[in-house]
């Protein structure tokens, strides 16, 4: 049976997005995430690999941010 993948996303009240994907192994997660980079347009202001990243047997973590722009 395939491991649960989720990407839980947070906009925080001053517009920050916040990403954080569990259930995929190694650098996969930064090609789930991609696609959503790539749809917000902004520059990435911190992205936060956890141990799971390091470790490619394990599922992976990973959180980023990305600043949005006001209008």
Not at 48 to 63: A, C, G, H, N, R
Request: with cysteine.
């Amino acid at each position: 049976m395939a491991e649960l993948q989720e990407i839980e996303v947070v906009v925080t009240s001053d517009g920050m997005v916040k990403v954080h994907v569990q259930g995929v192994a190694g650098a996969k997660c930064l090609a789930v995430t991609e696609e959503l980079e790539r749809l917000l347009g902004n520059e990435i202001t911190e992205r936060i690999l956890t141990d799971e990243y390091v470790e490619q047997e394990q599922p992976d973590q990973e959180s980023l941010e990305i600043g949005l722009k006001k209008p």
